[in-house]
């Protein structure tokens, strides 16, 4: 079993920056890929950045160039940086992490953290 935690959600005004964490822990051996989610009530869950373990990533075009993201592999840790944000960055965000331990593959979703955006 892995438990995935995350936290950094807040109200922050128009322009302004949050740092979102999320933390896997448990019979992980190799974790491959990890990512951000966000979701909007009555629309489907979107991806916002993702990175794998060789650091290679990539962003939803709504973020680039605002959002950074990064993980510590000692960790078992993945960041998102989220600079200007803007009213229509406001969601939950969702932490994802893919990859195997105990024998088996595994792919976990956090639980989720709210992002308001408003003056």
């Known amino acids: 079993q892995v438990q995935v935690e995350e936290s950094g959600g807040g109200l922050v005004q128009p322009g302004g920056s949050l740092r979102l964490s999320c933390a896997a822990s448990g019979k992980i051996s190799t974790i491959n890929l990890m990512a951000w989610y966000r979701q909007v009530p009555g629309l489907q869950r979107e991806l916002v950045a993702q990175i794998t373990s060789q650091n290679n990533t990539d962003y939803d075009n709504a973020v680039k160039g605002r959002f950074t993201i990064s993980r510590d592999n000692a960790e078992n840790s993945v960041y998102l940086q989220m600079n200007n944000l803007k009213p229509e960055d406001t969601a939950l965000y969702y932490c994802?992490?893919?990859?195997?331990?105990?024998?088996?593959?595994?792919?976990?979703w956090g639980q989720g953290t709210q992002v308001t955006v408003s003056s």
């Open positions: 994802l992490v893919a990859g195997s331990g105990n024998g088996r593959d595994f792919l976990y």
